[in-house]
Structure formats: C-alpha cells, structure tokens
C-alpha cells in the first residue's frame, strides 16, 4: 500500500520568512496529492491540492510542486503570518479503478509549523 | 450549504461500553469517509461509503468497529465493547464523484476510561 513520509515533524519560521514541507509517497499509481491544514481542535482543512498532470500550482502565498519521476511534493508558504500558526498534512490518493472513484487519503504525520512575530 | 458535521463532539466511555459516532456529510456528497487521527498523528483511514454501499473497509482495526449509511446520506461508526486504545479522534469527511477534494467535519475526541 502508499506510504507518505513528510518532513519536518516541527517548523519554526519568523514572521515574514518562508516555511516549506516536504513529503515523499511511495505508490507510483497516486495521481492526487492535497495538503491540509488542522489547527487545535478542529479538523483538517483543504488548504491547497495538485493532480499528477500538473507540475506546480500556486494561490495567493501557498504553493505545491510535485515531481512524479522522484515521487515528492512540497508545500510552499511565503511570507508567513502568525495565523499560518497550525498543524499540515500532506496526503496522497489514487483513483480506485474498481469503483471509478477516489479513494482513501494515505496521511503523512504531520508538520508543526509555528510562526513567531 | 452547511459543511459536513459531527456528533457528538466529545464522547466519554468507560471500557466495554459500546458508541455510536454521527456524520451528516455535505448535501449531495455521494463518498463519505471515516477516518481515525490518533494524538500527534495523521489521519488513518478507517472506511468508505459510495452512497449506501461500503466499497472498502480495510482500515477498520478489528470486528468490534462496524460502520453503516443505510440511506446513502448519515453514517454512523460503532465501536463495540470499547477498549483504550480506541480513544482517538474520528473524523467524517465527504465528497462529490465528480471532484475529489475530501471536506472533513470537526470530529469526534473519544475517550475511553
């Protein structure tokens, strides 16, 4: 089955600073890789998503590369703010051919980001 | 339209105890997930539904787990006779055939004495 390994565990940028995470997935037949964001007490929340026919994809101060040869993907944040503050995951997916759906997201463990002022 | 929610939202239960765990996904989602998040960890996942029909239920950790969307919209996840190492986070997420993005509720903290 897919394993999703993501690094680093902890992140802590200044305010203003850069912050990116890195995942690695070991099924090449995942063609779907979100990331989400989860802060304390609530559940996660899709904050940014690529398929496998598209190399990179960028909204506003988050980006995603992917790059299937290497199997990895990253998240990209700029100018980080306080309220980026929070736990993300990065999560890989396959279409069940089966059933002609997506299927199970396989979590990575999670990075905590914190943003200091 | 509402997201998808959750209830209850904190559930205490004393070991061998059976719970019933809610999800109300977002209106019109055909798929529907369960999945268990364990404290500092990422969600693993648990089951899936494509409308009443469970198509994968590989994650469930053992025969005490049984989960069910007998009219293709609410699902309830039982836990019967409860042990501690149950107690986690189970969250519901919910999604259109036609798009794959997976909305997630708030969850559910189960705790088991």
């Known amino acids: 089955g897919e394993n999703v390994e993501q690094h680093p565990s902890t992140l802590s940028v200044q305010e203003g600073d850069s912050a990116v995470i890195k995942c690695t997935y070991s099924?090449?037949?995942?063609?779907?890789f979100p990331w989400y964001k989860q802060e304390l007490g609530k559940g996660p929340q899709l904050i940014i998503d690529?398929?496998?026919?598209?190399g990179e994809k960028k909204d506003q101060r988050i980006a995603v590369t992917l790059n299937k040869t290497a199997k990895h993907f990253s998240l990209h944040i700029t100018e980080t703010q306080p309220e980026d503050s929070a736990v993300y995951f990065c999560a890989a997916s396959a279409l069940d051919m089966t059933t002609d759906s997506w299927g199970k997201l396989q979590f990575g463990a999670g990075t905590q980001v914190v943003v200091t002022p | 339209g509402a997201g998808v929610s959750q209830s209850p939202r904190y559930k205490v239960a004393k070991r061998g105890q059976d719970v019933a765990l809610r999800c109300d996904p977002i209106?019109?989602?055909?798929?529907l997930f369960w999945y268990q998040q364990a404290l500092g960890q990422g969600p693993e996942f648990l089951t899936y539904?494509?409308?009443?029909?469970?198509?994968?239920k590989s994650g469930l950790p053992s025969d005490r787990f049984f989960a069910e969307r007998p009219e293709g919209s609410v699902s309830t996840l039982k836990i019967q006779r409860t042990q501690q190492e149950d107690s986690a986070v189970y969250l519901c997420?919910?999604?259109?055939?036609?798009?794959?993005?997976?909305?997630f509720g708030p969850g559910t903290r189960l705790t088991v004495l």
């Open positions: 099924d090449s037949a995942s063609n779907y």
């Open positions: 539904f494509q409308n009443e029909a469970q198509l994968d």
């Open positions: 997420a919910s999604s259109s055939l036609v798009f794959y993005e997976q909305f």
């Open positions: 209106s019109g989602h055909v798929s």
């Open positions: 690529i398929r496998s026919n598209v």
